[in-house]
């Protein structure tokens, strides 16, 4: 995976905001083309909200996989674009949208970043999500923050042998609690009310796994020296002390445009509206996957590969005029990527 140096100036054809499965399939397809493209996330490493809500969960709704897990589905997607090298530009955020210099010359935009960093790009394809998502979090978590407290739990081997503390009752809570279980030497869920949020089965299932759930429980406070070593959970009016290497916070994600919504972008209930060819109301710049709208869209993650491919390849007819829309059949000897 080819990364970008902070600060440093970039300059592609197509410039990707967002990792998720959208966008590492938009960066595929222009590769495809011959066009060389760079991709920015604001989470530290590529999936989007797959890696950031449920990396271990199974999919069954991507066409060709009876099931697959969020992290193998990435991980799948990153090889598949790895032979066109895409830059990530991973943990910088996407600060604002600016047209270039000399446009007709490939300057196209500029994307700025938070930490100063530039993309200049001849074509943008906004593949943001659900938008930017701050997670939520409690008082006293983030002192410990990247020292033990997390919002997500990307790769469930690194819990190995550790007591983990996982706070919430959604989905997220719940199927973590169930993947750590076998690997970690303990595991508690606290949990604020009595009923959970998660599917009812897999509320069955963690009250008949090896898990310690603590409802009508509220965690009060972090303590350790230097990194996480206990947290402090009011439950039933007595207080208690839990051993934790680490506390997943699943309390959920406050999503919105950001920076987004000072672009210029025409934007309908907090999606970028786009018509069939993904273009958005400036001019090379598209949106996919959850980020954008239009009548009658389903959203689906197969959907939105679907919008990546038509947004790629309408980008390199708008790049190089004269060349087909449609591009040559993967299978040719003559187009097929190298590995």
Known sequence: METTVVGAETSVDVAVVGAGPAGLYAAYCAG????????VDALP????????????????DVAGHAAVRGRELIDQQVAQAAPFRPRYLLG????????????????????????????????VVIAAGLGRSVPRTLPGLRPYEGRGVAYHVPRLEEHQGRD???????DSAVDWALALAPLARSVTVVHRRT?????EHSVKQMYAADIRVLAEAQVTACTGAGRLEEVRVSSGGE????????????????????????????????QIAVDRAMRTNLPRVYAVGDICTYPGRVPLISV?????????????????????????????????PLS
């Open 92 to 123: 910088r955020t996407a600060a604002s949208l600016t047209p270039g210099e000399d446009r007709d010359q490939g300057a196209g935009w500029t994307v700025a970043l938070e930490d100063g960093g530039r993309v200049r790009a001849r074509a």
């Open 195 to 199: 009923a959970f949020r998660a599917h």
């Open 45 to 60: 490493e590529p999936g989007g909200q797959i890696a950031a809500l449920y990396p271990e969960k199974k999919i069954y």
């Open 239 to 270: 207080e208690l002390t839990l051993p934790a290497q680490a506390l997943v916070a699943a309390l959920g994600f406050i999503t919105g445009l950001g920076p987004l919504a000072d672009w210029g972008l025409r934007v309908e209930n907090r």
């Open 32 to 39: 495809f083309r011959g066009l060389s493209s760079a991709i």
């Open 304 to 336: 939105g590969f679907g919008e990546a491919a038509t947004a790629a390849n309408h980008a390199a007819l708008e790049l190089r005029p004269g060349s087909r829309l449609a591009p040559a059949h993967s299978t040719d000897p003559d187009t097929a």
């Open 164 to 170: 983990v503390v996982i706070v919430g009752g959604g």
